[in-house]
DNA sequence: GGTACGCATGGCACTCAGTGCACTCTCCGG
DNA sequence: CCGGAGAGTGCACTGAGTGCCATGCGTACC
């Protein structure tokens, strides 16, 4: 096996890494001949038989790593949707719990901020190849369906909890997705953590999470709740509980 | 062309139907022969070839209406987007957006009513079939978009005006999901009406449009409560049922 | 009446993703 | 020295999707 030209990408190293030798695993060869073709000549117009060649491995390895042409794209993801997941697991249950996958949301796009011009660069590939756009859309899938999970977990008491569970996993998402391509669009310069924090304030005002804990501040003694009088009432409820600071 | 044994789905009727003669068109007849070897052998299992061979037609025809396999389980989806995105268009700019973007949404939910057994047979493909499951995301995900777009004009005065047209439109679709599939999985016994409307008002309650507006109905519209901070969260609901008058 | 055109369809050959299987090589423990 | 496990490879095969051209059929135009 021949090692690559130039084109290293700051890979994450995958779990089967070699943390003796310094040679770069199978894998990450792959990856990085992968997009490397990918982005000089295009994503349809490059073979599974032309990435191999260019990897110097055999053409049935490709298919042992990645199940598919676009899973190459993605090499990170499994990792990181586990991590994500362990992250909500981890909670030992009396967590606010929009906050809580509101910051799980901010753990994904901090992965993503490890490498910036990785990400950048699938940013631009998947933009411009439906097919790897609609690939993205399942992987995106995932990552929605764990918060909705674990939402759906800690609303099992409530009225329309999964409903509940459902909706405000889809909105932490997609206000997830609207930071991560604005933070994307700007080459990776702007900073992140400040665009998704931005972002998960709106959805977390709209579902009831305190936005901003002020820290430090006196707590009045008396609290004053103004409500549409058609205002649902778990709506009420919500916000008395989230101005009371309960969760 | 030999037409099919049984196996007819009431299909709408495609674009370029004829309306003369009571001979269905070539590509319905595709789609049923499609759902009649999909339900009875399963999707992996089946291949053009078994389609066209049941349709009696050239296998180059299946790809000259549908684009790929997946495509013929969606045969109607063009046409429901293209009604979605009229209804969007057709207001003139002074209903309450979110208001609109869920009525877009309950106008989809209609279309599904329209054909229960064929939603419910293609609900089932769709649950155990991976590759069509990600093929739904890339459907859905152009409706979320529809509705996005429509929001983000309609929100370009203000501030993060997409990042709450984003926000919003991926709340009501998951909201539309949750109930229709709701639906779905009773056999489209239950109202869907009903219920795509009880998970659409969590949605208003949320971004700011009133649930239900109180036709003509004028009088305390708000109400306030007073509480000591420390009081137990029941007592304070209690307070609230009460001065609302709500059991 | 004949011809020319457009259109829907069919047939064929080809590319390429993805799979199943059998083989080799190497490392490792006994 | 042997035997098994696992990583990597080669090969043949299936099936989706595409490009190209031939064929048939109706219609409009001459």
């Given at each position: 096996?021949?090692?690559?030209?130039?084109?290293?990408?700051?890979?994450?190293?995958?779990?089967?890494?070699?943390?003796?030798?310094?040679?770069?695993?199978?894998?990450?060869?792959l990856?990085?001949?992968?997009?490397?073709?990918?982005?000089?000549?295009?994503?349809?117009?490059?073979?599974?038989?032309?990435?191999?060649?260019?990897a110097?491995v055999?053409?049935?390895?490709?298919f042992?790593?990645?199940?598919?042409?676009?899973?190459?794209?993605?090499?990170?993801?499994?990792?990181?949707?586990?991590?994500?997941?362990?992250?909500?697991?981890?909670?030992?249950?009396?967590?606010?719990?929009?906050?809580?996958?509101?910051?799980?949301?901010?753990?994904?796009?901090?992965?993503?901020?490890?490498?910036?011009?990785?990400?950048?660069?699938?940013y631009?590939?998947?933009?411009?190849?439906?097919?790897?756009?609609?690939?993205?859309?399942?992987?995106?899938?995932?990552?929605?369906?764990?918060?909705?999970?674990?939402?759906r977990?800690?609303?099992?008491?409530?009225?329309?909890?999964?409903?509940?569970?459902?909706?405000?996993?889809?909105?932490?998402?997609?206000?997830?997705?609207?930071?991560?391509?604005?933070?994307?669009?700007?080459?990776?310069?702007?900073?992140?953590?400040?665009?998704?924090?931005?972002?998960?304030?709106?959805?977390?005002?709209?579902?009831?999470?305190?936005?901003?804990?002020?820290?430090?501040?006196?707590?009045?003694?008396?609290?004053?709740?103004?409500?549409r009088?058609?205002?649902?009432?778990?709506?009420?409820?919500?916000?008395?509980?989230?101005?009371?600071?309960?969760?």
């Open positions: 096996m021949r090692t690559l030209p130039g084109a290293t990408f700051p890979l994450m190293s995958s779990e089967k890494a070699d943390p003796g030798t310094g040679k770069p695993p199978m894998r990450d060869a990856v990085a001949a992968a997009f490397q073709l990918f982005l000089e000549r295009g994503y349809e117009q490059t073979t599974i038989d032309d990435i191999v060649t260019l110097g055999g053409r049935r390895s490709f042992r790593y990645f199940p598919s042409k676009e899973d190459v794209v993605f090499p990170d993801h499994e990792r990181c949707l586990a991590d994500m997941t362990a992250f909500l697991a981890a909670g030992g249950g009396d967590e606010e719990p929009v906050r809580r996958v509101c910051d799980a949301a901010r753990l994904v796009l901090r992965m993503y901020a490890e490498n910036p011009t990785f990400s950048v660069q699938r631009r590939l998947t933009k411009q190849v439906p097919g790897l756009r609609a690939y993205e859309l399942s992987v995106v899938w995932r990552y929605e369906r764990a918060l909705a999970e674990y939402l977990r800690r609303f099992a008491a409530r009225r329309d909890g999964t409903l509940q569970a459902d909706v405000i996993a889809a909105a932490v998402v997609a206000a997830h997705n609207n930071a991560l391509r604005s933070w994307l669009r700007s080459d990776g310069q702007d900073d992140a953590s400040a665009t998704v924090d931005h972002a998960l304030a709106y959805v977390q005002s709209a579902f009831g999470g305190t936005p901003v804990p002020p820290a430090g501040e006196q707590p009045e003694d008396v609290v004053v709740v103004v409500s009088r058609d205002a649902p009432l778990w709506r009420v409820v919500q916000e008395i509980e989230s101005t009371l600071g309960r969760g």
